[in-house]
């Protein structure tokens, strides 16, 4: 294993344990991850925005594909 790719928090402060004992490994956020919340923080300030219908479409799609119930 050379890198590790989190999505969140947590899973962020475990890697810089690894990154500690395991100089070789990288880390590196989730890029999916990044772009979910900053496209979820542009929909939060532009109520009523051309980008809400998309964005909730693209939410619903993701849910379907995953097998999530909603």
Do not use: S
Not at 22 to 51: A, Q, S
Not at 54 to 60: A, D, F, I, N, T
């Amino acid at each position: 294993m050379v890198q590790v790719i989190t999505d969140n928090a947590a899973n962020c402060k475990a890697t810089e344990i690894i990154e500690r004992t395991r100089p070789h490994i990288f880390w590196y956020g989730c890029l999916v991850h990044t772009l979910n919340l900053l496209m979820h923080d542009i929909v939060k300030h532009k109520e009523g925005g051309w980008i809400n219908e998309p964005y909730r479409k693209g939410k619903q799609l993701i849910k379907f594909i995953a097998g999530i119930p909603g």
